[in-house]
């Protein structure tokens, strides 16, 4: 990896897929097509001693294949992706694919330099990727007419597709439902990671149909699902991730009463992960698994003991 772009990229976190539609028809396709339709893991990276701990990695994405996720997104925020060099990345990337054994990867970049961070997509071509999670540059605060340019600029370079991760209080940028819906025409962008937080703004995008809309805020899942949403990317279904996806099938079902049952048991344990910033409360739940250690790095720290003591009570709870 050359080092003239380690510095400027940070992550982000044989199916087939419908062609952009025209208009607002309600989307009628079928789930078991939509590439991104189900659950995915924004994994976490595992460190021990200062270093990556590939090891725990592979473990942890070997556990979590075996409770019927779709796939898993490397190199996001809940993975401390902006505390990754460039080879730590691919480290991490080739790690999560291999222990994936076929499953779908999804690969987070991101970054403020536009030929650098092409370079960059250029070179993640040789990977057998399902798609790139992509944020607005941090920051700088475009008009949407930029975001639009820089958008479409990088799906023109990538060889997967692009799943634009919509994320206004990490970045600084709102994307506009216009600017998202003119961006749903793109061959190359797909789907859309929604931490929005503009609930007309996840409907409009439903209703429309062309980009599959993928749940980011956890304590949206249930809403996002039962409202027509594709799919979920879920931090906190690293925990107890066999019963998110028995939701997410009770959901497609049309079994909302149940779903949401279900669901009410599992928001304490969601609001407790989030209480302090991901992924440190993550991580100590499974620390307390014996999955990884305990480890994180600068800015983000462990959590308090309370927290630690709230997570354990609710762990045995749920």
């Known amino acids: 990896m050359p080092t003239a772009i380690s510095n400027t990229i940070v992550g982000a976190q044989a199916d087939t897929c419908s062609g952009p539609r025209v208009g607002n028809s309600p989307d009628t396709t079928p789930a078991s097509r939509r590439r991104y339709a189900g659950l995915w893991i924004p994994l976490v990276t595992p ?17 979590l294949r075996e409770q019927g996720v779709r796939g898993f997104v490397a190199c996001g925020s809940t ?9 730590e990345q691919l480290a991490v990337l080739d790690t999560a694919l291999d222990a994936a054994q076929g499953l779908p990867v999804i690969m987070g970049v991101s970054g403020y330099h536009l030929p650098k961070l092409r ?14 999670l992509t944020p607005a540059p941090m ?20 060889a997967a597709p692009l799943i634009v991760y919509d994320i206004p209080y990490r970045t600084g940028a709102l994307i ?5 819906l003119t961006l749903a025409a793109h061959p190359n962008i797909q789907a859309i990671k929604d931490c929005g937080g ?3 703004k996840t409907l409009a995008l439903i209703d429309d149909g062309r980009l599959e809309v ?18 979920a990317i879920t931090a906190s279904a690293h925990l107890h991730t066999a019963r998110f996806v028995t939701l997410m099938h009770q959901i497609a079902q049309g079994r909302l009463d149940v779903a949401r049952t279900d669901w009410l048991r599992l928001v304490p344990l969601i609001q407790a992960l ?15 698994q014996g999955r990884m250690r305990e480890e994180l790095r600068a800015p983000m720290t462990p959590v308090t003991p309370a927290l630690r003591e709230r997570l354990r009570i609710w762990m045995d709870q749920t």
């Open 214 to 231: 993928l749940v980011g805020e956890d304590l949206q899942f249930y809403a996002t699902l039962a409202q027509g949403g594709a799919g």
């Open 119 to 132: 370079d960059w997509i250029r070179l993640l071509a040789s990977r057998p990727l399902a798609g790139l």
């Open 176 to 180: 506009s439902a216009d600017t998202l």
């Open 274 to 288: 989030f209480a302090e910033p991901n992924p440190g409360p993550l991580k100590a739940a499974l620390a307390g």
């Open 198 to 200: 503009d609930v007309g």
């Open 79 to 87: 993975g401390e992706a902006a505390a990754l060099d460039a080879d």
């Open 139 to 158: 920051y700088v605060r475009p008009a949407q007419a930029g975001l639009l340019d820089w958008f479409q600029a990088l799906a023109d370079s990538s």
């Open 47 to 63: 460190f021990r001693d200062g270093g990556l701990d590939l090891p725990a990695l592979s473990q942890l994405v070997g556990h």
